[in-house]
Antibody
Framework: QVRLVQSGSELKKPGASVKVSCKAS????????INWVRQAPGQGLEWVGW????????AYGQGFTGRFVFSLDTSVSTAYLQISGLKAEDTAVYYC???????????WGQGTLVTVSS | QSVLTQPPSASGTPGQRVTISCSGS????????VYWYQQLPGTAPKLLIH???QRPSGVPDRFSGSKSGTSASLAISGLRSEDEADYYC???????????FGGGTKLTVL
């Protein structure tokens, strides 16, 4: 079955960086794009962006350009989200999610809580 | 402020039928498919409806989706206690060139 397993919770200080991993299994990793979605505490879902797992192209949602960077290691079927210059308002659960060829998200990782606090 | 507008809350009693609305614009719902996700407390979202009204395998037929113009709706019939969750609509937005979500609707089963 399709599984997306994310790395564990992180506690970081403002200004630091964090790298969240998302390991896929149960399907051919390079056949599906990966999306990242953010959910701040008690809030709704926000689209961080999307990365093609074959070609080297990606797109970032509004407000997620510059400090947010996607990367891949296809040899281990893993996607990464790196956030630099962390701010308190980046505190949230970050989800990776598989994008179906029909251009919609069909499977989600369990989420990674990133807490930014001094 | 979410691009897609949902009521913050909805409620019903067991066995009832409830609907959750999602309002957008010509650049998102008006020209693209709508998707619905269910998020049970403390868990990741789960795909409930894709392509306006299609249920993935394993989703009960108590859940149905519809779309008209720039609005969409999720209907849940035969309401059960385990349906208590947050529900989100989503669509692609051509103007923003990105995926957009509704603010979510918290469904309470009384």
């Amino acid at each position: 079955q399709v599984r997306l397993v994310q790395s564990g919770s992180e506690l970081k200080k403002p200004g630091a960086s964090v790298k969240v991993s998302c390991k896929a299994s149960g399907y051919t990793f390079t056949n599906y794009a990966i999306n990242w979605v953010r959910q701040a505490p008690g809030q709704g879902l926000e689209w961080v962006g999307w990365m093609n797992t074959v070609a080297d192209n990606s797109a970032y949602g509004q407000g997620f350009t510059g400090r947010f960077v996607f990367s891949l290691d296809t040899s281990v079927s893993t996607a990464y989200l790196q956030i630099s210059g962390l701010k308190a308002e980046d505190t949230a659960v970050y989800y990776c999610a598989r994008e179906n060829p029909g251009d919609y998200i069909d499977h989600w990782g369990q989420g990674t809580l990133v807490t930014v606090s001094s | 402020q979410s691009v897609l507008t949902q009521p913050p809350s909805a409620s019903g009693t067991p066995g009832q039928r409830v609907t959750i609305s999602c309002s957008g614009s010509s650049s998102n719902i008006g020209s693209n498919y709508v998707y619905w996700y269910q998020q049970l407390p403390g868990t990741a979202p789960k795909l409930l409806i894709h392509s306006n009204n299609q249920r993935p395998s394993g989703v009960p037929d108590r859940f149905s989706g519809s779309k008209s113009g720039t609005s969409a709706s999720l209907a849940i019939s035969g309401l059960r206690s385990e349906d208590e969750a947050d529900y989100y609509c989503a669509a692609w937005d051509d103007s923003l060139s990105g995926r957009v979500f509704g603010g979510g609707t918290k469904l309470t089963v009384l």
